[in-house]
Each structure stands twice: as structure tokens, then as C-alpha cells.
């Protein structure tokens, strides 16, 4: 993926510091023969925070990042972060579905001395451009993963409320992905609950409380880890049952079950950041 | 109505004033599709740490009870999980009248410390305006110097994350 296709990956603020997603999404694109070009220069794009005080003005700046992309001459935005990916594609919807918004926007994008240029575009996530690269899974893979059973969680808004990209209530994608490496995944009926996204900071009970029920279901079904596609996901399964006092399931990012598939040596996939150590990989 | 403990009043003048610029927005418009069929609240992940339930909400929005709702934990506790809109038989976005709730309850200071989220949302939009990009520990120590209470429980993980590198 380089700008030649016409893509550029917004990483979002939480991919950089989250456990060893950069690394694997690196390790594995140079074996995919992927070029991830970053957004030069990109802002945060507000998230639920943004929406939470300015209401629709809220599409600010996730208008600003597109805006961005559009002028470097992008045709589309990928991102592996869930909260970016559902902020931009619902700001995109917004703009296109009110005119006054959208020339409101980009009359403030360039009053606050931004780009003259759309602000929206496509967006992607990074499971679907990898997705679409499924084939070339199974011809390079190494080690036999057949006997360790993956669970694949979602989160919120990879599908919801975007019925254009996978079933709102039963995606599948992200079981194919892990399917097509090898591995077997665990079907379990809360691949969507919600892992309490921000709400983890002032009430930690609430959504530790959720944690353990999707934990454990994932476990009932017999997962030997979870595979998820978004930071924030990440952090809170992980987190919660640290203090929830349950068997301990990793939760490895699917670029970084996509690595120990091809073969990556673990060093490369920073697994070492894990607070829950795959030991039995 | 035992539930609406939380709420601060307004006079009955600032009420309707509120009211009506409330229905003339795109979220007041679209409360008026719903039609109280519940599925919104059998949804939500949260329903039960909520004092009013989405449906509810609602109900009591069309009802003129818009200040109640604007005073209550509710409308703070929602995490834009999309799961009720995904499913409501009339396509009530119900996480976007929240936003819009949320901004007037704080534009009318009818928002209480306890309800914490307030204090999370302005510490995330106030690291963007100032820096562009948000920083998650920051984030987390900004809200701590604020609900120090709920810090504890947090440290030992800011230790773990900081012994990995991640912070
Ligand atoms: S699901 Fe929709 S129609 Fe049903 S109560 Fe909720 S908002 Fe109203
Ligand atoms: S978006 Fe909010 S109200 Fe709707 S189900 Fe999720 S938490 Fe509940």
C-alpha cells in the first residue's frame, strides 16, 4: 500500500504507544510486500470526546485530517484504530448528508489556515486491506497453527453502524483472516460487546464488569487468546483482568497473530509489551 | 419521580426556550421517530448503571422533561457503542442526540462533577486544540489531578504499562 495506490495510513494517537501494534503492522507488511505511508503531518481526530462538546461540530478535526489526505492526494484513508475509523467515516456521513455542515467546515478548515481541499474521502481499515490480501496467506505461511484456537473480537464500531463493511451483528471478517493463517477460530456470541472504550478511566467497575463477560465467553469456548483490530480494545481487555482475577487470556493484535502465522520472529511482533505474556505460543 | 434525583431546575421560561431551540436540532428532530418499542435499552451495554434507560430518555424528552434529562447521569454514561442504533426499527440515532445533550447540559451548567465523563472530554479536546494529538497518560494524570479518587486503582497499571514501554 503506498501512495502510488492512492492510500495513506492514519495511525491515530493510541497506535504508536499500544503493545506492539506499529511493530507487527511493520513486520508484517515488509512480508506482505505492503507499503504503509503515513499521513504526513495529522491530527488527532477528536474522537467521542469531540462530539461530546461540540455536537456535530465535532467533525472539525476528523474534517481536518481528511482534508489533509485529500490535498497530499490521497484517494483514501486506511486506519487500524476502531475509534478513528467509526469518527471519520460518521463525520464523512455528516458532511455528505448536510451541505451547510460541510461548506461550514471547510469555510473553517481554511479560515484556521488548513487545506483548500475536501474534507472527506474513503476510509478503510487496516483488517480490510489485509483481508483483501488473503490468498497470500496460506502459500507463506510456516508453522502448523491449526491446534490454537483464536478468539476473534471486534469491539463496537468496526461494524456498528456500518453495514457496508461486514454484518452489523455477525462480522466475519476478522474470523476469515484468522481462519486463512491457519488457526481456528472460536465462535462465541459477544465479538461485539463493548469493552467500555473511555468510560475505563472514571468508572472501572462498569466496564471491568464488561471485560469479564466477554473474557469469559471467550473462554468457555476454549480460546487460547483473542485477536483484536483496535487499541483501545486492546488495553481494556487486557487491563481488566489484571485486577478481575480470572484465568488470564492474552490479547494479541491481529497483526500480531498474523505475524506468529508467517513465521516472524516473536522480537519483531513486540509481544514482550503484552501485560499478559503468551506463554504456550 | 423517584428517579430523576440529579436534577438542578430551571425556571419554567428558560425551559422553553431550551425546549424549543432543542426540537428545531437535527437530534430533537429525530426523537420524534421514535416509538418507545425499547429496544434501544434492551441494547445497551450500560443500561443498568444508567438512572434513565435510552428509552427513557426519550420518553421523557417528548414529554418536556428536557431539563431532567439534561441534569441526569445518563446521558453521561452512554459510550457511543452504536448497539441501539444499529438495531432501532425507526433509526433513531440515539448516541447523536446524547453529543447533543451532552453540549447543552454543559452550555446550562446542569452537568455534576460526579458524572466525571464531563472532565474526561474537555482533558481529551483541550490536549487536541493545544497540541494537535492526545497523549493517553497525560490524559489519564489530567483527570487524576481532578477525581484523585479514582486513581488509585490506576497506578499499579501505569507502573505495568510504564515497565513495558507503553507509556
Ligand atoms: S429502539 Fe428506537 S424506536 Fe425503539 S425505543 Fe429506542 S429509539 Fe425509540
Ligand atoms: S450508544 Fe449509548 S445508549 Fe446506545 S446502546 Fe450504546 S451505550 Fe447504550
Known sequence: MTMSDGFYFYPGCSYETAAGYKESVDAVCSRLDIRLEELPDWNCCGSTAGFSLQGD??????????????QAGAKELVTGCNGCFNTLRKTRKLLLQDQDLYAGTWR??????????????????LLQVLSSRGQMHKSSLSPDMSGLRVAAYYGCLFSRPWTDVDDPEHPQMLDR????????????????????????LGFRQSTEALVQRIILAMQDKGAHLAAV???LCQLNLESAQLSLGLPRLPVLFFTQVAGLALGVPRKELGLDKLLIAPEKI | MRFLHSHKTLDPE???TLSRSFFQGRAGKEVQHCIQCGTCSGSCPLAHEMDLGPRRILALLRDGFLAEVLGSRSIWMCVSCNACLTRCPQGVPVSDIMYALRVMSLEHNLARR?????DVYRGFVRQVEKRGRVSESRLAAGYGLLHPSDMPGRLSLALRLLRRRRI
Do not use: W
Not at chain 1, 58 to 68: E, I, K, S
Open chain 2, 14 to 16: 428558560h425551559q422553553e
Open chain 2, 114 to 118: 460526579e458524572f466525571k465523563m464531563p
Open chain 1, 177 to 200: 483472516f484468522i481462519e486463512g493463517l491457519g488457526f481456528t477460530p472460536v465462535n462465541y456470541s459477544l465479538k461485539t460487546a463493548c469493552c467500555g472504550a473511555a468510560h475505563a
Open chain 1, 229 to 231: 483490530i483496535c487499541p
Open chain 1, 108 to 125: 473553517k478548515i481554511l479560515q484556521e489556515g488548513g487545506p483548500d481541499s475536501a474534507p472527506q474521502l474513503p476510509v478503510r481499515h
Open chain 1, 57 to 70: 461540530y465535532g467533525v472539525y478535526h476528523p474534517a481536518l485530517v481528511m482534508a489533509r489526505a485529500s
